[in-house]
C-alpha cells in the first residue's frame, strides 16, 4: 500500500458526448491499496459540495502522474477521504 505525498488530488466525471466536469482538491497525502484510495488532509465541504460522481481521481507524486478509475468518496475521518477503486 503505496504512501504518496500529493498536494492535491483531480477528480473527473465524463458524460456522453464531449461533456465533462472536473475539480481540483487540496490533500496532504494519498494512499493506494488493493480496493482503494484514501486521501488524508481534504477539507470534507468541498466534496459535500460535489453534485457528481468522480470517475477518475488523479494525482502527481515523485514526478509521475497517477490516475485511477473510483466510485462516489466516503468521509471516513475529520480530513479523510475514501474512493473505492473500480
Known amino acids: 500500500m503505496p504512501l504518496y505525498q500529493s498536494e492535491s488530488i483531480l477528480l ?8 465533462s466536469e472536473s475539480v481540483r482538491l487540496r490533500c496532504g497525502s494519498v ?3 488493493a480496493g482503494a ?6 477539507e470534507p465541504r468541498q466534496l459535500q459540495s460535489l453534485r457528481w460522481t468522480p470517475d477518475f481521481l488523479s494525482f502527481e507524486a515523485q514526478g509521475m502522474r497517477h490516475r485511477y478509475p473510483v466510485s ?3 468521509l471516513v475521518g475529520p480530513a479523510q477521504a475514501r474512493f473505492a477503486l473500480l
Open 12 to 19: 473527473e466525471a465524463y458524460y456522453f458526448g464531449d461533456d
Open 31 to 33: 494512499c493506494v491499496n
Open 37 to 42: 484510495i484514501l486521501v488524508d488532509g481534504i
Open 72 to 74: 462516489r468518496p466516503a
